[in-house]
């Protein structure tokens, strides 16, 4: 039966509901029916895939459709077209069945695939005996969907999808194309509006900004030799080993001659090989997510499954966890599902509807950022996000999520006014919808990814952050102390002779230090948007900031809790971080530069060889305070502890004062060998301190406490006499 000429009209524009019903073959009482359109083409022989002559269609549309009946069942088929002398071969898209089957829908509709990765945006596959790109992307309230791309001349009319009713997915195989292809989708929304071509959500790889194309491509790589290092992690408990994170942004670490960016390849090269000799346990890398715009850092991500094309192909990152993993380090990266951008080629009303993000601004508006918020309460929209964190985990091998802005998840009235938020059901602030995404996204990432840890950054006090989901909290591994460091670098910003009245900015942090499993975080956060770096929050003169922060460092790293640095703080850096430069490596040859690395190159090694240092971190009896209340010197003392291993004693002094005999009380009698003195002058200090060792009787011992600084000293066993 001849469709109505309307049918034939919405075809050829592209708009037609169901282009599959009409394209392809159907069995029919002579055959095989088949329509076509073949663009440019005069005549059309229709073969099978494996070259047998099914007969010839008919030009029966001057735009190129053609029809006829053709031998043999219904199969895919390809098309020999001809004009003026030219041949060319097409591979019928619309004579293929569907890629996707009834489980995928089910588990889709029900929330629970958690193989999404494996299933939408764009894959080389073989199907029905073809090789080509299996599309498909989520638009249940879409009239009309379209894949465009290089590879139809980003023309609508071309390649319009196929649509799973039940899910509101729409896919298509296009054979004969494969991996380098450009595309995104052309979507009419449910008003008929054809909306700003669409960038694929699920897309493995994107072009290089301000292009946005998705790009068709084979995400992490398909021979990994980290075998070891996941084997370890797996089998540990994150929370008793020594973790000390170097947090980088790759786009200003380094930069190449003549370029704005590194590679991967030349990161790994000296990247790695730096945070090795520093004594880091991990990189974490701040997003590096698909993002458009270069001074959000990646915390505006259009992109979330695409390593961003800055650094080069996807391939290139996961080379680069590879390499850090043979070399000992783990790598964390920073994960954000808590907003995104509202650029017209991402998720912002993507079928033309508030699809990702909520409809009324006063839950789906982020007012801090001018981005919106994920609908965290639509099941779609969780599995996205819950994919997302596991897809990183198991396909580029990253050891970890720090997850953004938790606290901004958890409140509805996050930065809002009266009047400017949305009670929930009970009246109250909590957004519960956040909280269970959170719950379920940490459930699926520890279950199915043993030795990956996820790290909130929360920065209120939500009772348990880091309890396990099932017993009703958050089920994170790790919290940021965000307490910590303001309270501390607050300390650290007062004149060493006012110091003695606010003693509890130091003190109070070690009341609730064991409330959560702690990373203690001096991030970028802390040295942009006009806060300067760290070297110049400290009070006083040169000497004085030097002194001071080598003085806080060996605090922080002596102080319960795991430990992340920001890149270029472990030297001083003296100017405010920017995206748009490098570090400043230069300043390495001022002494005093290269003694703090020096300092936080030896704090690491410590830290990390002495368990009394981390295997407690997040225990209180892994603490004991030995001095706690001498306000009047600025002086903090406590010793850290471990089974079978040696204790610590931490000491601080925060005055320019040199105690040359302060009573230190220790917990056993013998000899104490100073491991570490933040004053020893190969690291810029006055060169004062103990000559390598205390001998405590009684329960004390006489020791000098440098001006400005901290010492640790190590148990080394009791003396001859005490034998």
């Not at 002596?558 to 890149?567: Q, S």
Request: charged letters at 20%; one cysteine or more.
């Amino acid at each position: 039966m001849q469709p109505p000429a309307t049918a034939i009209e919405a075809l050829l524009n592209g708009t037609h509901a169901d282009p599959f019903a009409m394209l392809g073959l159907h069995l029919g009482p002579g055959g095989c029916f088949a329509r076509a359109v073949l663009p440019g083409a005069a005549q059309a022989q229709a073969f099978s895939l494996g070259g047998t002559d099914l007969g010839a269609l008919t030009l029966v549309d001057p735009r190129g459709l053609f029809e006829g009946v053709v031998m043999g069942p219904r199969q895919p088929v390809r098309y020999r077209c001809r004009r003026d002398g030219h041949e060319w071969w097409v591979t019928d898209a619309y004579s293929f069945g569907p890629v996707l089957g009834p489980t995928d829908d089910f588990l889709i509709g029900e929330g629970t695939h958690f193989r999404l990765f494996d299933k939408l945006g764009a894959h080389v596959i073989e199907h029905e005996g073809a090789t080509g790109v299996h599309f498909a992307v989520w638009a249940p309230n879409a009239r009309g969907l379209a894949v465009v791309g290089d590879f139809n001349d980003w023309d609508g009319r071309r390649h319009p999808m196929r649509r799973r009713t039940d899910t509101g997915i729409w896919e298509i195989f296009l054979p004969d194309i494969g991996l380098g292809r450009a595309y995104k989708f052309r979507i009419t929304g449910p008003d008929g509006t054809v909306l700003p071509l669409k960038a694929d959500p699920f897309a493995f790889a994107s072009e290089l900004r301000p292009a946005t194309a998705s790009i068709v491509a084979s995400p992490g790589k398909p021979d990994w030799d980290d075998a070891a290092h996941r084997k370890y992690w797996a089998g540990t408990d994150a929370r008793r080993e020594a973790i000390a994170i170097y947090e980088v942004h790759p786009g200003s670490w380094r930069t190449p001659p003549g370029r704005l960016f590194p590679t991967w390849d030349e990161l790994a090269d000296q990247l790695i090989p730096y945070v090795v000799d520093m004594g880091f346990t991990h990189i974490e890398f701040m997003p590096v997510s698909e993002h458009p715009y270069d001074p959000s850092w990646g915390y505006q991500t259009t992109g979330l499954f695409a390593p961003t094309a800055r650094f080069g192909g996807p391939d290139g990152f996961a080379r680069f966890v590879e390499g850090a993993h043979r070399a000992g380090i783990g790598v964390l990266i920073d994960w954000v599902p808590a907003h995104f951008p509202t650029d017209a080629h991402g998720l912002a009303h993507f079928d033309g509807t508030a699809l990702y993000e909520h409809a009324d601004p006063r839950q789906g508006f982020h007012p801090d950022w001018n981005t919106a918020i994920y609908n965290f309460g639509r099941r779609e929209v969780e599995a996205f996000l819950v994919n997302n964190a596991l897809f990183w985990a198991e396909v580029y091998h990253v050891d970890g999520l720090r997850v953004d802005a938790v606290a901004s998840m958890l409140y509805r009235d996050y930065s809002r006014e009266a009047g400017e938020w949305i009670p929930n059901a009970d009246g109250g602030r909590e957004n519960w919808e956040a909280v269970h995404f959170l719950q379920d996204m940490n459930r699926a990432v520890y279950g199915r990814h043993a030795g990956v840890m996820t790290v909130a950054e929360e920065s209120t006090s939500w009772p348990g952050v880091c309890q396990p989901a099932h017993e009703g909290g958050l089920g994170f591994g790790f919290k940021w102390n965000m307490g910590f460091m303001h309270d501390t670098l607050k300390y650290m910003a007062r004149d060493p002779v006012h110091r003695r009245h606010h003693h509890d900015e130091i003190t109070f942090g070690l009341v609730y230090a064991f409330a959560e499993n702690f990373v203690l975080p001096l991030s970028h956060d802390e040295v942009v948007h006009g806060k300067g770096s760290l070297l110049n929050k400290m009070s006083g003169d040169d000497w004085q900031k030097f002194a001071t922060l080598r003085a806080y460092y060996g605090l922080m790293w002596g102080y319960p809790g795991k430990k992340l640095l920001f890149m270029g703080q472990e030297f001083a850096q003296a100017r405010e971080w920017s995206e748009a430069r490098e570090l400043d490596w230069q300043l390495l040859g001022d002494h005093r530069h290269a003694g703090m690395q020096a300092w936080v190159r030896d704090l690491n090694h410590a830290y990390r060889r002495c368990p009394a240092l981390h295997a407690r971190d997040c225990e209180g009896d892994g603490f004991q305070w030995l001095v706690v209340d001498d306000a009047l010197a600025s002086v903090f003392a406590w010793v850290r502890l471990a089974p079978g291993a040696n204790s610590v004693a931490v000491v601080s002094n925060f005055t320019p004062t040199l105690h040359g005999q302060y009573r230190l009380p220790l917990p056993i009698d013998g000899v104490w060998r100073e491991v570490l003195n933040s004053d020893a002058a190969h690291y810029g200090g006055s060169g004062q301190g103990n000559l390598g060792a205390v001998t405590v009787s009684d329960g004390a011992a006489l020791v000098v406490l440098p001006p400005l600084a901290t010492v640790m000293f190590e148990y080394a066993g009791a003396t001859g006499a005490q034998k």
